[in-house]
């Protein structure tokens, strides 16, 4: 295995359930998002992969790994350009995200990748490079990244549902970032089911139940 994982799986009830990854953001680590598994109310398997860039003890990042970049970080001035920028680290990541899915055993077909704000740029970059043909992709809080590419890859991904949600007062990951992937998402052919809330940069439980009924609706759709 490429990366730490929490899992945690439901009570044998001999029904299938949906795969959900959540990554989380950055300086969070495998434990951080876990208490959507109850909040959702949603019975699956879910995976909480862990970045493997060390911050400081129990703070992970997918990217960046430089100190340049990560003392731009610090400053506040790196994600205000993440738009146009490419980042090779984060293909990496995805390849090693997709080789455990692999290795665990998980149907892409039955998993829906999600994430919170770095870790949703993670899903949604693993579905382009590997045009993965989830269930559906899950973005929190996310932003558009490496705008040119994205659009590129996302012409010949597969067409899968998206919940996305966004904070209009978001100071971390600004919500026209958030606006600008749902455009292109849309762009390209996607039904992007959009949440935006009166918040900053988190995950309110108003929009935990309304991620919830998305996975719901779209497991019943495919029975």
């Known amino acids: 295995m490429n990366l730490q994982w929490n899992r945690f799986t439901p ?8 795969s959900i990854v959540m990554a989380h953001g950055f300086g969070a680590n495998m434990d951080d998002l ?3 598994s109850v909040e959702s109310e949603i019975q699956a398997n879910w995976l909480f992969p862990q970045a493997p860039i060390p911050l400081q003890p129990g703070s992970y990042a997918w990217f960046p790994s430089d100190r340049e970049s990560l003392e731009a970080v610090f400053a506040g001035a790196y994600f ?3 738009e146009e920028m490419e980042v090779p680290e984060l293909d ?10 692999r290795e665990m055993g998980i149907d892409i077909k039955n998993c829906f990748l999600g994430g919170f704000s770095q870790g949703s740029m993670l899903a949604v970059r693993t579905w382009l490079r590997h045009r993965a043909d989830a269930a559906g992709l899950i973005i929190l809080s996310g932003s558009l990244i490496a705008r040119e590419s994205s659009a590129d890859l996302a012409g010949q991904a597969p067409k899968i549902p998206v919940f996305q949600s966004h904070g209009t007062m978001d100071p971390v990951l600004p919500f026209s970032g958030a606006q600008a992937l749902r455009e292109m998402l849309e762009s390209r052919g996607l039904d ?9 940069h988190g995950v309110p439980p108003e929009i935990c139940r309304d991620m919830g009924r998305f996975i719901s609706g779209q497991t019943r759709q495919d029975r």
Do not use: C, N, W, Y
């Open 80 to 82: 205000s350009r993440i």
């Open 192 to 200: 992007v089911d959009f949440h935006a809330f009166p918040g900053q």
């Open 92 to 101: 990496r990541r995805s390849d090693e995200l997709m080789q455990d899915l």
């Open 34 to 36: 876990t208490s959507l």
């Open 11 to 18: 009570m044998d009830s001999g029904k299938e359930v949906p």
